[in-house]
């Protein structure tokens, strides 16, 4: 496995941003490689790094992942109790994992197109199953992609023990 291919599973498998950073030469190679000499520098913000990253490596060889997250046994969503970190994140984890099949159909849809809302409109039961009583989910549209496709790369990958 190349090493940029690794660098990108880390960066998505990484539940914090000190265990992401470990990956971050890997990418910062091969993204060297994709820039003219003259425009060396880049910001990204590492949510949407870490999102589109996943996206790819779901959607690679023809989506092989993605059928594998739809073999996945689905785990009954349950309200989350409010916790420390990004909240948007676990609620949508929690969804993910509770209906991988409309997960993946939204990753398989283009971004933003009415394929993608349709999908997303599919994940809306599990997602409110999900939000703690005490909390108001706000969720951006270009987040939600993101969100879905971080969530659904990490499913996978915690189901097949990092093999995805």
């Known amino acids: 496995m190349d090493r940029a291919r690794k660098s990108s599973q880390g960066i998505v498998e990484a539940r914090d941003e000190a265990t992401a950073k470990r990956f971050k030469p890997g990418i910062e190679t091969a993204l060297r490689g994709c820039m003219s000499a003259r425009d ?7 949510f949407d790094l870490r ?16 059928r594998v997250a739809r ?16 909240q948007n994140e676990a609620v949508v984890g929690c969804a993910v994992a ?15 197109t009415p394929a993608e809302i349709a999908a997303f409109r599919q994940l ?40 995805s």
Do not use: M, W
């Open 98 to 112: 509770a209906d991988p099949v409309d997960a993946s159909a939204l990753i398989e849809s283009g971004a933003a």
């Open 40 to 46: 060396r520098s880049i910001t990204l913000r590492a």
């Open 124 to 163: 809306v039961p599990a997602i409110q199953a999900c939000v703690p009583t005490d909390y108001s989910l706000h969720l951006k549209p270009f987040e939600v992609r993101r969100l879905v496709a971080i969530a659904l790369y990490r499913y996978v990958a915690d189901q097949s023990g990092g093999q």
């Open 51 to 66: 999102g589109d990253l996943a996206d790819e490596l779901l959607t690679e060889a023809d989506g092989a992942a993605l």
């Open 71 to 86: 073999t996945r046994r689905a785990i009954a969503p349950t309200r989350l109790q409010r916790a420390d970190g990004d």
